[in-house]
């Protein structure tokens, strides 16, 4: 059996930067035809000549003949100026700001400490038409790690949306039935992202015969319940809802360590791994406007007018691959997925 739809796009991805962005990059280029760029580096990208040096850069890894288009985000922090915000929109190359609460997950620390004093800035986004993706958690060491996402909404992120009538908000990485009924409630112009792991694995994979470091992410798996609304709101055909993986490479030192790092490798077979959820729901029929028609409609940017195929035959996800002076593990490594990407850049 076969699956082919408009190519994808990727609207949450992290490339990482040098050695091993010919790994990153050539897995998302070949599933995806654009990808929102994630600027949380250890240098953040946080001014408009950064993102555009990181946009070279990622581009000069893509293998001959691939074509692949980054779009690029700025790293908000309690600094960023209204001139950076009208350099990064006139620049052409910069689509969106990340917010990161300061110290909520990887790279963090120079996020935002108090995001409801950030009205000027989110000002001046509507202004120059930036979107805001939001890391939607509290970084409150009272509040329960798997309430987190939940407490974020109600306390922060509902005001942002009630004082920022006309400011495009992405909320990433969705997780939780919360985070699903504020999206949908807060109409079109609010979109959230699914990634693949949330919409397959609840919290118990974590632990499923000890403790399995490759599938801690943030914001970390949730209950069964939670999946469920994930799985529901990816594949009723509800436009505020789009694909944005979060892959999110480690090597594998840093993640199988008295400290693990947080973030899930998928990008290896991410529309496989969607494909492989959107089945298990017996939704295939909604895989296609999921991934490649509300991110780019919600964006404002044209659909892709390539296609890709999804081929129904089984293959092996290796048990690694190289990663700088390290490996990364792949979910599902070792295991066998029984969807794989034939090819891409099909014109229509
Ligand atoms: O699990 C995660 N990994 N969540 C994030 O928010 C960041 C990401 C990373 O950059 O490693
Ligand atoms: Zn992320």
């Not at 509290?138 to 987190?148: A, G, K």
Request: hydrophobic content about 40%; proline content about 6%; some cysteine.
């Amino acid at each position: 059996m076969e699956l082919t739809l408009t190519t994808p796009d990727d609207w949450h991805l992290h490339l990482r930067d040098d050695e091993v962005l010919p790994l990153t990059v050539n897995h998302a280029a070949n599933r995806f035809a654009r990808a929102i760029i994630m600027p949380n580096l250890s240098l953040p990208i946080a001014t408009t000549e950064l993102a555009l040096a990181y946009r070279d850069r990622i581009l000069a890894a893509l293998e001959p003949g691939r074509r692949f288009s980054p779009l690029m985000t700025l790293y908000l922090t309690d600094r960023t100026t209204p001139e950076e915000l009208y350099r990064a929109a006139d620049s052409g190359a910069v689509f969106a700001c990340k917010l990161y609460p300061a110290g909520a997950t990887t790279n963090s620390e120079a996020g935002i400490t108090d995001p409801e004093r950030l009205d000027a800035v989110f000002e001046t986004m509507t202004q120059a038409g930036l979107a805001l993706l939001v890391h939607g958690e509290v970084t409150d060491p009272e509040v329960d790690v798997f309430d987190r996402e939940a407490v974020f909404i109600e306390r922060t992120l509902q005001p942002i949306v009630e004082r920022h009538p006309k400011l495009k908000i992405v909320l990433e990485h969705v997780t939780t039935r919360h985070g699903v009924d504020f999206v949908r409630a807060a109409g079109p112009r609010v979109g959230g992202t699914l990634t693949a792991h949330h919409l397959l694995y609840n919290r118990n994979e974590i632990f499923r015969g000890g403790l399995n470091p490759h599938l801690y992410c943030l914001p970390v798996l949730k209950r069964e319940e939670h999946r469920r609304a994930l799985v529901e709101a990816a594949t009723r055909g509800d436009p505020s809802f789009f694909l944005g993986t979060d892959s999110a490479p480690h090597g594998k030192d840093r993640k199988e360590s008295g400290c693990g790092c947080a973030g899930i490798y998928t990008a290896h077979a991410a529309l496989e791994l969607y494909a492989t959820a959107f089945e298990q729901a017996g939704s295939l029929d909604r895989l296609e406007a999921f991934a490649s028609h509300f991110g780019p409609d919600f964006y404002g940017l044209p659909r892709n007018t390539t296609t890709t195929t999804l081929v129904q035959r089984d293959w092996e996800i290796p048990q690694g691959y190289e990663y700088g002076n390290s490996t990364v593990v792949p979910l599902e490594a070792g295991k066998v997925l029984r969807w794989s990407v034939d090819s891409t850049g099909t014109a229509i």
